[in-house]
Structures are given as structure tokens and as C-alpha cells.
T-cell receptor, first 112, second 112 residues
């Protein structure tokens, strides 16, 4: 299988920084996505990495190391509305499509 | 502009009945995906359509599941003889480019 591993839950304080890690199997790697999903809602796209390095987009940044099969999502200046599940997903080539393999998600709770 | 829409938003059915779930992708998006999200599990790929190509059905869990996409736009996911383990949120996504997938709000299916 193509396991995507990420922590189940994390808690962080409003205004702080939190890093959510994701590891994946590297064979056939064709890009990594981060999605945010609030309870009862559809996932919304946050970032896409296909090359090594850091992609910054406002308060959110995403990092990728292809050789290590590792990514993280960095959230700065946390706000209460950032409480949600964060899904790491990997596109694998060779499957005939660009289906995404998802991790189980990291439930982030932001506390005052 | 309009996003991906799905109907119904909720469906409760009895074990053994057939159900049809509908997805209207974003206009102009050639790729369409169906995923399933069970409680406590990550999103699970079901099927992928790309233009007029043969669909990638590699994720369908059994022959009770089928999907079609008419005219390269609307898609219907059909589950025959539903079982309790089919209870989940069924999410549809569409894309125009490889590095993005936009999700609909999902259909919550409950099989009694």
C-alpha cells in the first residue's frame, strides 16, 4: 500500500505556530497536497508541492523533501478558525490517473 | 463562480436498496473524481473520469459500485444492494489541471 502517515490530533494556542508533519512512500510520487477540512464540510485546497523546498502562502507554508518522503504544513499566527482537520494527500503516477491517496488527517484544536 | 455541487446532501436508505448519488463538476473541468470518507478514516479513492478516456475504476470496493459520466459533465455514482458498511460521506471532486482538485460538499449516506 501507499501509507500516508500524519499525527491524529494536535493542540496549539491562539497566536502560536504549529507544524503538522506527513510522511509517505516515495515510489511513484507525483505531488503532495494539503487540504483543510472543517467538520461537516468539504476539504478545501491549501497547497501543492512537487519540488523540494518551502512554499509560502500567507499564514500557511508547506515544505517538501522528496528524498525523505516528508512534508510539513506550517501554520503561523494561529486563529480560532484554524481549528479543523488537515489532510495530507499524495498523487502517485503509474495508476493511470491522478487520484490522490489521503492520510487520515490531523485534527487541530486551537485554544485561547 | 459555481463550485462542485452534489445531491442529495443526505441520504438514508434501508439495507439492500439501491442509491444514486449525483455530482455536478465545475464547468470546463475535464477530470472528475469520486472519494469516500468513512468515520475515522481518510478519504478513499473510488473512481476517476478524464475526458472521453476509459475511467479508472481501480478504487471501487465491489461490483455493487458503479459510476458513469454523461456528456463529460454530470456524474452519477450508483450503489446497488446497499450494506451498512457503505455508510459514509461520498465526495466528488473536479479539476482542470493536475495540481488541483476542488471538492463538493459531499453526500452523507446512512444505510440502516
Amino acid at each position: 500500500g501507499q501509507n500516508i502517515d500524519q499525527p491524529t490530533e494536535m493542540t496549539a494556542t491562539e497566536g502560536a505556530i504549529v507544524q503538522i508533519n506527513c510522511t509517505y512512500q516515495t515510489s511513484g510520487f507525483n505531488g503532495l497536497f494539503w487540504y483543510q477540512q472543517h467538520a461537516g464540510e468539504a476539504p478545501t485546497f491549501l497547497s501543492y508541492n512537487v519540488l523540494d523546498g518551502l512554499e509560502e502562502k500567507g499564514r500557511f507554508s508547506s515544505f517538501l523533501s522528496r528524498s525523505k518522503g516528508y512534508s510539513y504544513l506550517l501554520l503561523k499566527e494561529l486563529q480560532m478558525k484554524d481549528s479543523a482537520s488537515y489532510l495530507c494527500a499524495v498523487a502517485y503516477s503509474g495508476a493511470g490517473s491522478y487520484q490522490l491517496t489521503f492520510g487520515k488527517g490531523t485534527k487541530l484544536s486551537v485554544i485561547p | 463562480g459555481a463550485g462542485v455541487s452534489q445531491s442529495p446532501s443526505n441520504k438514508v436508505t434501508e439495507k439492500g436498496k439501491d442509491v444514486e448519488l449525483r455530482c455536478d463538476p465545475i464547468s470546463g473541468h475535464t477530470a472528475l473524481y469520486w472519494y469516500r470518507q468513512s468515520l475515522g478514516q481518510g478519504l478513499e479513492f473510488l473512481i476517476y473520469f478524464q475526458g472521453n478516456s476509459a475511467p479508472d475504476k481501480s478504487g471501487l470496493p465491489s461490483d455493487r459500485f458503479s459510476a458513469e459520466r454523461t456528456g463529460g459533465s454530470v456524474s452519477t455514482l450508483t450503489i446497488q444492494r446497499t450494506q451498512q458498511e457503505d455508510s459514509a460521506v461520498y465526495l466528488c471532486a473536479s479539476s482542470k489541471k493536475r495540481n488541483e482538485q476542488f471538492f463538493g460538499p459531499g453526500t452523507r449516506l446512512t444505510v440502516l
